[in-house]
């Protein structure tokens, strides 16, 4: 079993910066790949959930969805039992519930969520 839970969502402006992190509790969180999905307004979970960002279990290897390739970065600390997610230069299509998942395939299948984080870009 493993638990997620997000941190660091908030209220910032166009342009600026937020840093999430999803501490994981379980002995086998360094076995799994972790990603970071998100939902927009108005969608139920489940349905439209977009892909952010994925990292394999040794770091190494990185994803990004194009939308935020460049702005975004997904980092981890396995010493930690947690995953990073700095996002800079953020719009305000960046509005959404931020989601911490763990898989061996997590960008195709996820195993494991956690509870979300509010992130909203406006001025």
């Known amino acids: 079993q493993l638990q997620l839970v997000e941190s660091g969502g908030g209220l910032v402006q166009p342009g600026g910066s937020l840093r999430l992190s999803c501490a994981a509790s379980g002995r086998t969180f360094s076995s799994y790949g972790m990603g970071w999905f998100r939902q927009a307004p108005g969608k139920e979970r489940g349905k439209e959930r977009e892909?952010?960002?994925?990292?394999?279990?040794?770091?190494?290897?990185?994803y990004y969805a194009d939308s935020v390739k460049g702005r975004f970065t997904i980092s981890r600390d396995n010493a930690k039992n947690t995953v990073y997610l700095q996002m800079n230069s953020l719009k305000p299509e960046d509005t959404a519930v931020y989601y911490c998942a763990a898989g061996v395939a997590v960008r195709t299948t996820q195993d494991y969520w956690g509870q979300g984080t509010q992130v909203t870009v406006s001025s």
């Open positions: 892909f952010v960002a994925a990292v394999t279990w040794s770091g190494i290897v990185t």
